[in-house]
DNA sequence: TAGATTGTTAATCGATTAACAATC
DNA sequence: TAGATTGTTAATCGATTAACAATC
């Protein structure tokens, strides 16, 4: 028997969601061809200070070098890795409309090692057509295709009120959903991981910083 | 002259972040006719602690009541009042190509008493047309567009190359950038509200957990 | 070696939770 | 009135920052 468990002592969640913006400013560096970065650097850069990302990067190892700072390939690289753009996951697009379509048409994927491999809709006229390269296909044959083609992550990007049955579903052929149905899965619901994405949030935060802007000046 | 300051001790980043959520629970409970909700009931409902509801509405005033809870209705009136759903305000869309059209195609905006009223793309095919009813321009009219027509959000959906340039002119026409161009735009840089989005951060959480429930596995 | 910068511990800060008095 | 539940203060927890010894 093995040991328990990997995990050093669970990284936090806070430091989980600060990696692709990690991952972001290194892969720019790259393109400036910048060899190597201190913390201190990095932190002017990225508007955080050099403790954090100092203490972030600590959490999965020493990827630094006293007196020399951080070779930024190696850097993105392992950052890369903890981010899995090396296991060479697919995804699947589950609704055609135009977000699914705008997400297909994207690069994201790519850049991110991932393969966009299919859309899935309902609509007959779709059916049998493709989209940039990639088939879209009956929604019947969703979870014998995810199978067969070992498919990890689907896109939803259904009616709200598709959604948790297509969740359930995609809960017994991937290993993660993306969400973008107006809906909130909940995580316990279902034996898979799920990433719940509320665009929308984003825009109220947005306007509730207009407004008290400009408020204050009425005061 | 008058006070210096509304703000009540200025209400923390991460309570506001959590506004537009409790904004679309609420919506829920109307649709589902609910009358009056505990903040016990709302926790349940929203996975959080009763304790972060009421310490997160009273930043704001309260809105509840001793022995009762608080009115379905009311709540959600306040809390759209604060995230400025009744200001009338009005969007426009930098960026006809995929997202830019799925954005505009969608009724996010509507929804929360935005009107989004025009796109704007350098592509002459497309400028003259229109999409859903919205018409596209061309981006040599925005600037002029935006202050005749009192324009309060730009969404800002061009290659990643054209942003910065973009938002220095949207500085100077509207009131906040809703940035989904593939580089931050720095808000101390721009005398406007930026919100900045990048929404494969997210898929990269998703692979991320993915990654590590499955590499736990095999230690 | 001297200088630079990490890795890491300890101190601080802020956010979350618990508790309960106020009050509907 | 008695019961329920808020508003709010105090306690706890976790995340961020500061400091510095280790070391390249």
């Not at 600590?58 to 006293?66: D, E």
Request: glycine share 8%; hydrophobic share 35%; charged share 25%.
């Amino acid at each position: 028997m093995r040991r328990i468990k990997e995990k050093k002592t669970e990284v936090s969640n806070a430091v989980v969601k600060r990696l692709p913006r990690y991952y972001r400013y290194l892969t720019e560096l790259i393109k400036q061809n910048k060899l190597r970065i201190s913390s201190t650097e990095l932190s002017k850069l990225m508007g955080v200070t050099a403790s954090q990302i100092r203490q972030d990067l600590n959490c999965f190892g020493g990827f630094g070098q006293q007196g020399y700072g951080y070779n930024v390939t190696y850097l993105h690289g392992k950052i890369s890795e903890l981010l899995g753009t090396d296991e060479g996951y697919r995804a699947v697009i589950v609704g055609a409309g135009n977000l699914g379509r705008a997400l297909a048409s994207s690069r994201m994927f790519d850049k991110r090692g991932i393969s966009c491999v299919a859309l899935f809709d309902t609509d007959e006229k779709l059916i049998g057509t493709s989209f940039y390269g990639k088939p879209i296909y009956s929604i019947k044959a969703l979870k014998e295709y995810c199978l067969e083609n070992n498919v990890d992550i689907a896109v939803l990007t259904v009616p709200k009120d598709a959604a948790f049955e297509m969740a359930s579903l995609l809960s017994q052929c991937v290993k993660g959903i993306w969400n973008f149905a107006n809906t909130e899965l909940n995580p316990e619901e279902f034996p898979v991981i799920v990433e719940n994405i509320h665009i929308a949030d984003s825009l109220m935060t947005l306007c509730y910083e207009i407004r008290n802007e400009h408020s204050e000046e009425e005061i």
